[in-house]
Nanobody
Framework: QVQLVESGGGLVQAGGSLRLSCAASGRTFSSYAMGWFRQAPGKEREFAAAISLTGGGTYYADSVKGRSTISRDNAKHTVYLQMNSLKPEDPAVYYC???????????????????WGQGTQVTVSS
């Protein structure tokens, strides 16, 4: 079992920045890949970013590429998503997820992920 708790969401002005955090517990953190997804009202959950077990590999959706950085601190059992230049289309509930049998972090498929956090809301004001 893996428990995931996100934090760091909130209200930010367009063009601003936020850093989301996701604290994990329950299994050896360095044994699974991590991802961030987001879901806006009325829309399907979409992939945002993923990071490999060691943090050496990262992958981003086009929608956040160049504006976001995913990172992990295995000693702290935490994964982060730094988001800059936030846009009006970025508001959503952001979820972190754990893939305990990672094959390719570039898949971006929600069904590859085994455990999910409860989400943290990001709101962008114009």
């Amino acid at each position: 079992q893996v428990q995931l708790v996100e934090s760091g969401g909130g209200l930010v002005q367009a063009g601003g920045s936020l850093r989301l955090s996701c604290a994990a517990s329950g299994r050896t953190f360095s044994s699974y890949a991590m991802g961030w997804f987001r879901q806006a009202p009325g829309k399907e959950r979409e992939f945002a970013a993923a990071i490999s077990l060691t943090g050496g590999g990262t992958y981003y959706a086009d929608s956040v590429k160049g504006r976001s950085t995913i990172s992990r601190d295995n000693a702290k059992h935490t994964v982060y998503l730094q988001m800059n230049s936030l846009k009006p289309e970025d508001p959503a509930v952001y979820y972190c997820a754990a893939d305990i049998t990672p094959v390719d972090i570039r898949s971006g498929r929600a069904w590859h992920y085994d455990y999910w956090g409860q989400g943290t809301q990001v709101t962008v004001s114009s």
